[in-house]
């Protein structure tokens, strides 16, 4: 990698990152963290008192993973469209995105496999007591579907093994549909139909959400999710055309202005959907606005220049892992409040209220930054350079961050 800008030894040639939404992923997927700690049923019966930071928007940080929708659409908008169109191949860009999220996820999958087989061993050695499931989730055939990330298309209408994996299967196919889109277009030559087609699956999507499945907000997962994803993921790349018209002429006061409008009203948003569901209709536009004014102005002084702190870029590539591998320590971690027991906590959350559960999510959260850091470099990058070599993809494997790590309901 030469700075900020990776480049693909092959036919493709990866756009400059804007750091800034390196960043937004790294404050998203860890807000989905939160978002699970402070609403665990075992962690909300087992503490007295709420965490210290148990805010509206964390609560319902689960609307975050339409940002992550919107800025893969961004992403590989930029990259195959503005990029590549007219040299666009479909197995080359399935190949990368298989490389790219694939290998973590099946580390996750045998991950979540070897911890059920302990605890079935562990429950017939009589070591540890558990009620058994009145529907057992990680069960064979939801595991088939995990491995060819078909849990969330249809099959099944639950959540299984590695939770959160259910928008890497509903946007992996969503790949498939945005390369066959492109293809289309290449054939007619405009890049123009490749956009409006886009608007078209977007605004659709969202139609049918809204008026013939009749839902009463965004939420979807593993009931018809990929129309979650198609909505924003095609505002995505359609926020990139829009973006070519927006004057670079703007003040520089305006674009600053103009940004922190944007961002504020996508946090007012989310914190709003707890109590409004129906206003998280409105979230794929709102993020797609705040994410193409950094794109549209990436030289504004206020929040661009907030967003490249180090400690923030960093967890924006390790995004993906963070959100990935949260959901076994977050599990873990509810393993060892249920041994700690009701005594002791109460016993701490008498010294200070809310004290066990800020310590729980502190404890897990540094937890989960720890193991994202070795899974980004070992998994990430690795497992996707052997992936690669294996369907004999050419040029290196990027190490850039995974454009979509996303959250989960």
Known sequence: ??????????????????????????????????????????????????????WSFFRSAWLLVDLFFVLSGIVMSLSY???????????????????????????MLLANL????????????????ATPAAFEVNNTYSFILNLFLLHSMGFIDYLSWNAPSWSISVEFYTYVIFGLVLLLAQRFGSSISFYVTSALIAASSLGFIIFVLDKPSL???TDFGILRCFTSFFLGALAVRIVKDVPRTVSPFLQGAFQLAAMTASIVLVSMVEAYPAASFLAPIVF?????????????KLIPRMLVAGPLVWMGRRSYSIYMVH??????????????????IAALDSILPGLP?????????AAVLVVSHFTYLYVEI???KLLRSVFGGQGRFTTSPEPSARPSN
């Open 327 to 344: 959901a076994l320590i977050v599990l873990l971690a509810e393993y060892f409040v249920r041994a700690l027991g009701h005594r002791n």
């Open 357 to 365: 559960a800020t310590a729980n999510l502190i404890v897990s959260l």
């Open 114 to 129: 070897l911890f059920r087989l302990l605890r079935i061993g562990l429950v017939t050695a009589g070591v540890v007591a």
């Open 382 to 384: 690795g497992g996707g």
């Open 81 to 107: 469209v503005d990029g590549d169109f007219g040299r666009f191949s479909l197995r080359d860009f399935l190949v990368r995105r298989l490389a790219r999220v694939y290998p973590l996820h099946i580390v």
């Open 219 to 221: 939420g979807l997962q």
């Open 288 to 300: 797609a606005f705040f994410l193409g004014s950094l794109l549209a102005f990436p030289n504004a």
């Open 1 to 54: 990698m030469n700075g900020n800008v990776d480049v693909m030894q092959s036919g493709h040639r990866e756009k400059p990152h804007v750091l800034p939404l390196d960043s937004i992923r790294g404050i998203a997927a860890t807000s989905v963290v939160i978002h699970h700690l402070l609403l665990m049923p075992t962690f909300l019966a087992a503490f007295p008192h709420n965490a210290w930071i148990n």
